[in-house]
Protein backbone atom coordinates (compact mmCIF):
# COMPACT_ATOMS: atom_id res chain seq x y z
CA UNK A 1 0.00 0.00 0.00
CA UNK A 2 1.02 4.02 -0.38
CA UNK A 3 2.54 5.29 2.72
CA UNK A 4 -0.25 7.64 2.66
CA UNK A 5 -3.03 4.80 3.19
CA UNK A 6 -1.50 3.55 6.13
CA UNK A 7 -4.07 3.79 8.89
CA UNK A 8 -3.33 1.87 12.13
CA UNK A 9 -4.50 1.86 15.54
CA UNK A 10 -4.14 1.40 19.44
CA UNK A 11 -7.18 -0.18 21.03
CA UNK A 12 -6.53 -0.74 24.46
CA UNK A 13 -10.00 -2.25 26.96
CA UNK A 14 -10.21 -0.79 30.12
CA UNK A 15 -9.59 -2.73 32.17
CA UNK A 16 -6.71 -1.11 33.92
CA UNK A 17 -4.27 1.33 33.26
CA UNK A 18 -1.26 1.17 30.86
CA UNK A 19 1.64 -0.71 31.82
CA UNK A 20 4.86 -1.96 30.30
CA UNK A 21 3.49 -4.31 28.07
CA UNK A 22 0.78 -1.77 26.81
CA UNK A 23 3.74 0.60 25.86
CA UNK A 24 5.40 -1.75 23.71
CA UNK A 25 1.91 -2.57 21.49
CA UNK A 26 1.21 1.48 21.70
CA UNK A 27 5.28 2.65 20.77
CA UNK A 28 5.41 -0.06 18.19
CA UNK A 29 2.07 0.66 16.61
CA UNK A 30 2.56 4.41 16.55
CA UNK A 31 6.40 4.21 15.36
CA UNK A 32 4.96 1.84 12.72
CA UNK A 33 2.22 4.38 11.43
CA UNK A 34 4.14 6.96 11.50
CA UNK A 35 7.51 5.73 9.52
CA UNK A 36 4.99 4.91 6.82
CA UNK A 37 3.52 8.39 6.74
CA UNK A 38 0.36 7.09 8.07
CA UNK A 39 -2.41 7.51 10.49
CA UNK A 40 -2.30 6.63 14.04
CA UNK A 41 -6.13 6.40 15.55
CA UNK A 42 -6.78 5.11 19.09
CA UNK A 43 -10.15 3.52 20.16
CA UNK A 44 -11.10 2.21 23.49
CA UNK A 45 -12.58 -1.43 23.45
CA UNK A 46 -15.24 -0.75 26.50
CA UNK A 47 -16.67 -4.04 25.37
CA UNK A 48 -17.08 -5.62 28.57
CA UNK A 49 -18.59 -3.60 31.66
CA UNK A 50 -17.91 -6.11 34.33
CA UNK A 51 -14.06 -6.14 33.66
CA UNK A 52 -13.47 -2.18 33.55
CA UNK A 53 -11.85 -0.22 35.80
CA UNK A 54 -13.89 3.09 37.28
CA UNK A 55 -11.48 5.89 35.58
CA UNK A 56 -9.30 3.75 33.59
CA UNK A 57 -9.93 4.89 30.45
CA UNK A 58 -9.63 8.40 31.02
CA UNK A 59 -5.60 7.65 32.67
CA UNK A 60 -5.00 5.55 29.23
CA UNK A 61 -5.47 8.32 26.99
CA UNK A 62 -4.05 10.86 29.84
CA UNK A 63 -0.72 8.31 29.61
CA UNK A 64 -0.91 8.14 26.17
CA UNK A 65 -0.33 11.93 26.29
CA UNK A 66 1.84 12.15 28.44
CA UNK A 67 4.34 10.07 26.77
CA UNK A 68 3.68 11.97 23.52
CA UNK A 69 1.92 9.08 21.57
CA UNK A 70 -0.87 11.98 20.04
CA UNK A 71 -3.37 10.24 17.54
CA UNK A 72 -5.12 11.36 14.93
CA UNK A 73 -9.15 12.25 14.85
CA UNK A 74 -11.03 11.39 17.71
CA UNK A 75 -11.51 8.40 19.52
CA UNK A 76 -13.49 5.84 19.16
CA UNK A 77 -15.91 4.13 22.16
CA UNK A 78 -16.97 0.75 21.57
CA UNK A 79 -19.74 1.58 24.05
CA UNK A 80 -21.01 3.82 21.48
CA UNK A 81 -21.36 0.93 18.49
CA UNK A 82 -23.80 -1.44 19.55
CA UNK A 83 -25.78 -0.69 16.91
CA UNK A 84 -23.19 -1.48 14.23
CA UNK A 85 -22.85 -4.72 15.89
CA UNK A 86 -26.36 -5.85 15.80
CA UNK A 87 -26.91 -4.92 12.50
CA UNK A 88 -23.86 -7.40 11.67
CA UNK A 89 -25.53 -9.86 13.79
CA UNK A 90 -29.00 -9.72 11.98
CA UNK A 91 -27.23 -9.63 8.60
CA UNK A 92 -26.09 -12.67 9.53
CA UNK A 93 -28.75 -14.43 10.90
CA UNK A 94 -30.48 -13.27 7.51
CA UNK A 95 -27.96 -14.97 5.38
CA UNK A 96 -27.88 -18.36 7.84
CA UNK A 97 -24.50 -17.67 8.92
CA UNK A 98 -25.15 -17.66 12.33
CA UNK A 99 -27.16 -19.60 15.28
CA UNK A 100 -28.08 -19.46 18.92
CA UNK A 101 -26.45 -21.79 20.98
CA UNK A 102 -27.20 -23.16 24.84
CA UNK A 103 -24.43 -25.28 25.49
CA UNK A 104 -22.69 -24.34 28.52
CA UNK A 105 -18.80 -23.64 29.41
CA UNK A 106 -18.90 -26.93 31.50
CA UNK A 107 -19.88 -28.76 28.94
CA UNK A 108 -17.54 -27.63 26.01
CA UNK A 109 -14.77 -27.91 28.70
CA UNK A 110 -16.18 -31.87 28.73
CA UNK A 111 -15.67 -31.97 25.01
CA UNK A 112 -11.87 -30.97 25.43
CA UNK A 113 -12.44 -27.50 25.13
CA UNK A 114 -13.41 -26.83 21.53
CA UNK A 115 -17.19 -26.50 20.48
CA UNK A 116 -18.52 -29.48 18.22
CA UNK A 117 -21.33 -27.91 16.50
CA UNK A 118 -23.94 -29.47 18.75
CA UNK A 119 -26.58 -26.46 18.42
CA UNK A 120 -26.01 -25.90 14.85
CA UNK A 121 -29.56 -27.45 13.77
CA UNK A 122 -31.02 -27.40 16.97
CA UNK A 123 -33.34 -24.25 15.75
CA UNK A 124 -33.08 -22.62 19.33
CA UNK A 125 -34.15 -19.17 19.89
CA UNK A 126 -32.01 -16.20 21.24
CA UNK A 127 -33.77 -17.11 25.31
CA UNK A 128 -30.26 -17.33 27.23
CA UNK A 129 -28.33 -18.65 24.42
CA UNK A 130 -25.05 -17.30 23.00
CA UNK A 131 -24.65 -16.75 18.76
CA UNK A 132 -22.45 -18.58 17.23
CA UNK A 133 -20.85 -18.13 13.32
CA UNK A 134 -21.86 -21.03 11.00
CA UNK A 135 -18.10 -21.43 9.75
CA UNK A 136 -17.78 -22.16 6.19
CA UNK A 137 -15.02 -19.93 5.56
CA UNK A 138 -12.10 -21.10 7.61
CA UNK A 139 -8.62 -19.63 7.73
CA UNK A 140 -6.02 -21.78 9.02
CA UNK A 141 -3.23 -20.14 8.75
CA UNK A 142 -1.93 -16.16 7.54
CA UNK A 143 1.59 -14.34 7.08
CA UNK A 144 2.27 -12.08 9.84
CA UNK A 145 4.80 -9.49 8.89
CA UNK A 146 7.35 -10.06 12.05
CA UNK A 147 6.32 -13.38 12.81
CA UNK A 148 6.41 -14.86 9.40
CA UNK A 149 3.95 -17.77 8.63
CA UNK A 150 1.18 -19.02 11.70
CA UNK A 151 -0.64 -21.77 11.40
CA UNK A 152 -3.52 -22.39 13.57
CA UNK A 153 -4.47 -25.32 15.41
CA UNK A 154 -7.12 -26.82 13.25
CA UNK A 155 -9.78 -27.34 15.41
CA UNK A 156 -9.87 -23.28 16.05
CA UNK A 157 -9.70 -22.25 12.89
CA UNK A 158 -13.16 -24.33 11.88
CA UNK A 159 -14.97 -24.07 15.07
CA UNK A 160 -18.15 -22.43 15.28
CA UNK A 161 -16.93 -19.50 17.60
CA UNK A 162 -19.22 -16.94 19.32
CA UNK A 163 -19.86 -13.33 18.18
CA UNK A 164 -22.65 -12.69 21.32
CA UNK A 165 -21.99 -14.13 24.51
CA UNK A 166 -24.75 -15.75 26.40
CA UNK A 167 -24.70 -12.52 28.53
CA UNK A 168 -25.81 -10.26 25.59
CA UNK A 169 -22.43 -8.54 25.25
CA UNK A 170 -20.91 -8.32 22.04
CA UNK A 171 -17.58 -11.01 21.34
CA UNK A 172 -14.17 -8.66 20.72
CA UNK A 173 -13.84 -11.03 17.22
CA UNK A 174 -17.28 -9.43 15.93
CA UNK A 175 -16.46 -6.11 17.47
CA UNK A 176 -13.07 -5.86 16.12
CA UNK A 177 -13.52 -6.63 13.12
CA UNK A 178 -16.86 -3.87 12.44
CA UNK A 179 -15.30 -1.46 13.96
CA UNK A 180 -11.42 -1.69 12.25
CA UNK A 181 -13.44 -1.67 9.04
CA UNK A 182 -15.47 1.25 10.10
CA UNK A 183 -12.21 3.35 10.64
CA UNK A 184 -10.35 2.50 7.73
CA UNK A 185 -7.63 0.25 9.81
CA UNK A 186 -5.39 -1.86 7.60
CA UNK A 187 -2.40 -2.41 9.66
CA UNK A 188 -2.97 -4.03 12.83
CA UNK A 189 0.42 -3.81 15.41
CA UNK A 190 -0.13 -5.49 18.14
CA UNK A 191 1.43 -7.55 21.44
CA UNK A 192 1.80 -11.39 20.03
CA UNK A 193 -0.95 -12.60 22.69
CA UNK A 194 -3.44 -11.82 20.26
CA UNK A 195 -2.37 -14.06 17.24
CA UNK A 196 -4.05 -17.08 17.74
CA UNK A 197 -7.52 -15.30 17.14
CA UNK A 198 -6.71 -13.41 13.69
CA UNK A 199 -7.68 -16.48 12.27
CA UNK A 200 -10.54 -16.18 13.60
CA UNK A 201 -10.98 -12.30 12.45
CA UNK A 202 -9.56 -13.20 9.45
CA UNK A 203 -12.59 -15.73 8.54
CA UNK A 204 -15.11 -13.15 9.81
CA UNK A 205 -13.59 -10.79 7.48
CA UNK A 206 -14.52 -12.98 4.61
CA UNK A 207 -18.15 -14.19 5.93
CA UNK A 208 -18.71 -10.35 5.51
CA UNK A 209 -16.95 -9.59 2.48
CA UNK A 210 -14.47 -7.15 3.62
CA UNK A 211 -11.47 -6.67 3.02
CA UNK A 212 -8.76 -7.97 5.68
CA UNK A 213 -5.46 -6.12 7.50
CA UNK A 214 -2.13 -6.35 7.40
CA UNK A 215 -0.77 -7.93 10.99
CA UNK A 216 2.38 -7.34 12.93
CA UNK A 217 2.28 -9.44 16.55
CA UNK A 218 4.90 -7.77 18.77
CA UNK A 219 7.18 -9.76 21.04
CA UNK A 220 5.58 -9.53 24.68
CA UNK A 221 7.37 -8.80 28.12
CA UNK A 222 7.45 -11.26 30.82
CA UNK A 223 7.98 -10.98 34.22
CA UNK A 224 10.66 -12.95 36.22
CA UNK A 225 8.47 -16.04 36.10
CA UNK A 226 8.27 -16.21 32.56
CA UNK A 227 4.08 -15.18 32.74
CA UNK A 228 3.62 -12.02 30.38
CA UNK A 229 2.59 -8.56 31.72
CA UNK A 230 -0.69 -8.15 31.65
CA UNK A 231 -3.57 -6.16 33.93
CA UNK A 232 -4.51 -9.64 35.07
CA UNK A 233 -1.03 -10.16 36.58
CA UNK A 234 -1.11 -6.84 37.98
CA UNK A 235 1.58 -5.37 35.87
CA UNK A 236 2.16 -2.14 37.42
CA UNK A 237 0.99 1.05 35.66
CA UNK A 238 3.27 3.37 34.10
CA UNK A 239 4.99 5.01 35.82
CA UNK A 240 4.69 9.72 35.81
CA UNK A 241 7.11 12.12 35.55
CA UNK A 242 9.55 12.26 32.78
CA UNK A 243 8.51 10.00 30.09
CA UNK A 244 11.57 9.32 28.43
CA UNK A 245 13.62 6.53 30.28
CA UNK A 246 10.92 4.44 29.76
CA UNK A 247 10.56 5.32 26.34
CA UNK A 248 14.39 4.31 25.68
CA UNK A 249 13.44 1.31 27.40
CA UNK A 250 10.88 -0.13 25.00
CA UNK A 251 12.71 1.35 22.18
CA UNK A 252 15.47 -1.44 23.73
CA UNK A 253 12.74 -4.27 23.95
CA UNK A 254 12.21 -3.50 20.22
CA UNK A 255 15.27 -4.09 19.11
CA UNK A 256 16.01 -0.51 18.08
CA UNK A 257 18.88 2.44 18.03
CA UNK A 258 19.30 4.99 20.30
CA UNK A 259 20.20 8.81 19.33
CA UNK A 260 23.88 9.60 21.15
CA UNK A 261 23.06 11.43 23.90
CA UNK A 262 19.16 10.74 24.19
CA UNK A 263 18.94 12.66 27.11
CA UNK A 264 19.80 15.58 25.92
CA UNK A 265 16.26 15.70 23.18
CA UNK A 266 13.02 16.62 24.66
CA UNK A 267 10.01 14.18 24.58
CA UNK A 268 8.74 15.49 20.84
CA UNK A 269 12.71 15.15 19.34
CA UNK A 270 13.43 11.52 20.83
CA UNK A 271 9.64 10.61 19.15
CA UNK A 272 10.68 11.98 15.94
CA UNK A 273 14.07 10.56 15.95
CA UNK A 274 12.66 7.10 16.58
CA UNK A 275 10.21 7.51 13.78
CA UNK A 276 12.49 8.27 11.77
CA UNK A 277 15.08 5.59 12.12
CA UNK A 278 12.00 2.56 13.24
CA UNK A 279 13.25 -0.54 11.46
CA UNK A 280 10.60 -3.54 11.90
CA UNK A 281 13.32 -5.66 10.54
CA UNK A 282 15.13 -5.00 14.12
CA UNK A 283 12.37 -6.26 16.29
CA UNK A 284 12.93 -9.55 17.84
CA UNK A 285 10.11 -12.31 17.28
CA UNK A 286 10.00 -13.31 20.89
CA UNK A 287 10.94 -11.65 23.96
CA UNK A 288 14.80 -11.75 25.23
CA UNK A 289 14.52 -9.85 28.80
CA UNK A 290 12.33 -9.88 31.68
CA UNK A 291 10.85 -6.64 33.06
CA UNK A 292 9.08 -6.11 36.54
Keep these: MSTSSYIGRFAPSPSGDLHFGSLIAA ?30 ADRILATLEQYGL ?31 CTCTRQRITQLGGTYDGHCRLAGHGPENAAIRLVQTLPVSRFTDELQGEFIADAALAEEDFIIRRRDGLFAYNLAVV ?22 RQL ?49 LFLGQSLPECWQDLSLPLLLRWAVAHWSLEKVPRFASVSYD
Excluded at 28 to 37: C, D, E, I, N, P
Excluded at 72 to 83: A, I, L, M, P
Design 27 to 56: LGSYLHARSQGGQWLVRIDDLDPPREVAGS
Design 70 to 100: EWDGEVVWQSTRHEAYRETLDWLHRQGKSYY
Design 178 to 199: IDDHFQGVNHIVRGADLIAPTV
Design 203 to 251: SLYRHLGLPAPGYVHLPLAVNANGDKLSKQNHAPALPGGDPRPLLVQTL
